[in-house]
């Protein structure tokens, strides 16, 4: 079971980390303390390992900024549900190994709380069944290697 942190359309990148602390932060626990702070308050201190993020239309909208997509892979997400996806921000989350999903549904029927569970590659919530549209077999490489600098340092024997 995978409980969820709903939200709406729209949400930037400078509500899902904020840009002023782009370059003063620098460690996983001091980027994952910020993640959402003017959003939800209450986020940071209560997100667990497992989580999944649900969202509307937009996730990601603003700047191109990783830390975005890393404060909340930091903060315990695995995996981001959303109506539409800012094209960067969607980039992001494969380059950091965060499975992103297109569902317009699930923002709809879901409220922060609600567990999902995923069995043969569909979300079940709700008493509904949702099909997770499969990654190309390269993307859903660079997922399961955890990211693409991860998957690359394993090809090309931990190259730094």
């Given at each position: 079971?995978?409980?969820c ?9 400078d509500?899902i ?64 549900i959303?109506?539409s ?5 969607f980039?992001n989350c494969?380059n950091?190994?965060?499975?992103p999903?297109?569902n317009?549904?699930l ?5 922060t709380?609600d ?29 399961d290697?955890g ?12 190259v730094?």
């Amino acid at each position: 079971m995978m409980r969820c942190w709903v939200y709406g359309d729209d949400v930037n990148t400078d509500v899902i980390f904020p840009g002023k602390y782009t370059y003063t932060l620098k460690t996983p626990e001091e980027i994952a303390a910020k993640a959402l702070e003017d959003l939800d308050p209450n986020f940071a201190r209560h997100v667990r390992p497992g989580d999944v993020m649900v969202a509307g239309r937009n996730w990601g909208c603003g700047s191109s900024r990783e830390q975005a997509v890393t404060a909340l892979k930091y903060a315990g997400i695995q995996l981001i549900i959303a109506a539409s996806f800012n094209g960067l921000y969607f980039r992001n989350c494969i380059n950091q190994g965060i499975r992103p999903v297109v569902n317009d549904k699930l923002y709809q029927i879901l409220k922060t709380g609600d567990v999902i569970e995923i069995i043969d590659g569909a979300i079940h919530a709700k008493g509904q069944i949702f099909p997770i549209p499969p990654l190309s077999p390269s993307v859903q490489a660079i997922i399961d290697a955890g990211g693409l600098v991860p998957m690359l340092r394993q090809r090309f024997g931990g190259v730094r």
